[in-house]
């Protein structure tokens, strides 16, 4: 069976409130190309379809485009579940209707599968969040963790109350989440398992949401089921194998979403999976359909000259000019009259500016108490003053320094 992964489409994403949706509109194009080409029997989207809870009607009809190109009228299965940036309730919304069309959407662990037979797969009904797939004579079984926030955690753990089951942490419930879904895995069955968090040892991009990241949200690798010989990650943007895990990979955004993701290509996984086999993974890189660069220059003057010689250029650019004092706007003006798609102007301050402000950052909290008060009393605070001030902050061992 080959399966193609992928994830974070973060359709509707703005970069400072310019739109990507021509770009990702690209990326169905040749995701649909790849699907095509590669052969795909079936296709994993491991969260983050949206970029927002609540997706602009552009961004919802290019998902459903993109789903209807992948499934092929029916024709090949599709099984999706949200991430932390999509409302599960939204996602789930068209539910019924799109598994009419063999694109199955896993918004919960009680999600209800009905049985159903297409020209080239069936499905085996059942309530939960793992789904049995037959596509010829061979059958998939996956196991599928939407983003466990605390609160859908706390749904799917309702009723333990014992103190023992209170102490669990974040990883050993998703843990025990999967247990619970792999337990219909066979020896005779293709087992796989898809999930959207965050595993220890991730390298992030910068562009995820970090509140979501590390720390408690953390799922240890060993919570992953053991026994799925291919676990299709989504959340972080840089594709990688997780790490402590074998088989267990994070396809990453298709997009370059911020100027922190230009230092590697996007990519999506063709797995090659058989019954009790090894599975052969491909990563098969993605186009990069507008790039987001950083344009360093020594002078305004360099950085006009250069956006005049580069208007042209399909790209999104950051620009970083050393300077020793701030842009005028006529000279702002010039650059972005000459190069669409500027997204930042940043001066650079020179050297002499730079180790004057490291050493304002350096000082103690003393020495800036000194400095305001003597700003505007016009002479330095006495001690008493200062020693309550210092406790007020909670501060020791300080040394007082004279104005």
């Given amino acids: 069976m080959r399966i193609l992964h992928t994830s974070d489409w973060h359709f509707g994403k703005h970069l400072e409130n310019r739109s990507r949706i021509p770009e990702q509109e690209l990326f169905v194009d040749e995701l649909a190309a790849i699907a095509d080409r590669e052969k795909a029997d079936l296709i994993l989207v491991a969260g983050d379809i949206y970029d927002t809870y609540n997706p602009s009607a552009e961004a919802e009809q290019l998902c459903y485009k993109a ?5 092929k009228n029916g024709s090949r299965p599709i099984v999706l579940i949200p991430g932390n940036h999509d409302s599960p309730e939204r996602i789930a919304a068209p539910a019924t209707l799109a598994a009419r069309s063999g ?13 159903q037979t297409f020209e080239k797969f069936s499905v085996s009904g059942k309530m939960g969040a793992s789904i049995e797939i037959t596509i010829g004579d061979e059958t998939a079984i996956i196991a599928c963790v939407p983003f466990p926030s605390e609160k859908r955690l706390s749904e799917v753990f309702e009723g333990e109350v014992t103190e023992e089951g209170l102490q669990k942490t ?15 895995y066979r020896d005779d069955t293709i087992n796989l398992a898809m999930g959207h968090f965050f595993v220890s040892g991730g390298e992030l991009s910068g562009s995820e949401r970090e509140i979501q990241l590390g720390g408690s ?10 026994k799925a010989q291919y676990i299709a990650l989504g ?9 402590g895990v074998s088989n267990a990979y994070y396809s990453g955004s298709p997009v370059q979403y911020s100027k922190s993701e230009t230092g590697y290509a996007k990519c999506v996984y063709m797995v090659e999976a058989h019954v009790g086999k090894e599975p052969v993974i491909d990563k098969i890189h993605l186009s990069n359909y507008k790039p987001v660069e950083v344009w ?22 950051f620009i970083e000019i050393e300077t020793d004092r701030p842009l005028k706007p006529s000279e702002i003006r010039a650059m972005k009259t000459a190069k669409d798609d500027i997204v930042e102007i940043r001066p650079i301050y020179d050297k002499a500016e730079k180790v004057s402000r490291e050493k304002e950052a350096e000082k103690t909290i003393a020495e800036e108490f000194i400095g305001f008060y003597t700003k505007q009393k016009g002479v330095g605070p006495g001690e008493e003053t200062l020693k309550l001030f210092l406790a007020l902050c909670g501060e020791a061992g300080y040394e007082t320094a004279e104005a």
Avoid at 217 to 226: E, F, R
């Fill in 67 to 71: 789903l209807l190109l992948l499934s």
């Fill in 103 to 115: 694109i199955f959407i896993i918004d919960s662990q009680k999600t209800l599968i009905e049985s």
């Fill in 170 to 184: 974040y990883s050993e419930k998703v843990g025990e989440i999967f247990g619970r879904l792999s337990e219909p």
């Fill in 217 to 226: 949200y953390s799922v240890d690798p060993s919570a992953l089921p053991a």
């Fill in 235 to 243: 959340h972080l943007h840089r594709p990688q194998k997780a790490a």
């Fill in 296 to 317: 360093p220059f020594k002078s305004i003057e360099e950085a006009i000259a250069a956006c005049e010689k580069r208007a042209g250029e399909n790209t999104w650019v």
